[in-house]
């Protein structure tokens, strides 16, 4: 079982990154998957997650209508599209896979997740 993320960078207040999560070795082909981040000194943030059958989705308040998480055609696949990015979304983003229906961002729902990807840092500055 691997989780690889990658698509981090350094970029300006207001520019875009995409993040990309691959699954491998899961049982099904599409499992959920959630984007966690933690930002220098601080705990760890739900970011938007994608549940295995329905697709539902769900954006934690702080990254609504900026964030855009989508499966790949290749169901394994899951993107984390930002934009508008902002100084204080500066963090290791890390995707993290669950082989359940559903998913979950709330605080404390990163226990919810098995496996947990290496993590791939986003700098927002100017």
């Known amino acids: 079982v691997q989780l690889q993320a990658s698509g981090g960078g350094s970029v300006q207040p207001g520019g875009s990154l995409r993040l990309s999560c691959v699954a491998s070795?899961?049982?099904?082909?599409?499992?959920?998957i959630g984007w966690f981040r933690q930002a220098p000194g601080k705990g760890r943030e739900g970011v938007a997650c994608i549940g295995q059958t329905d697709d539902s989705i769900y954006y934690a308040d702080s990254v609504k209508d900026r964030f855009t998480i989508a499966r790949g055609n290749a169901k394994n696949t899951v993107t984390l599209q930002m934009a508008n990015l902002k100084l204080e979304d500066t963090a290791v983003y890390y995707c993290?896979?669950?082989?359940?229906?559903?998913?979950?961002?709330?605080?404390?729902?990163?226990?919810?997740?098995?496996?947990w990807g290496q993590g791939t840092l986003v700098t927002v500055s100017s």
């Open positions: 993290a896979a669950a082989q359940y229906e559903g998913c979950t961002v709330l605080p404390g729902g990163d226990l919810w997740y098995d496996y």
């Open positions: 070795g899961f049982a099904v082909e599409n499992p959920s």
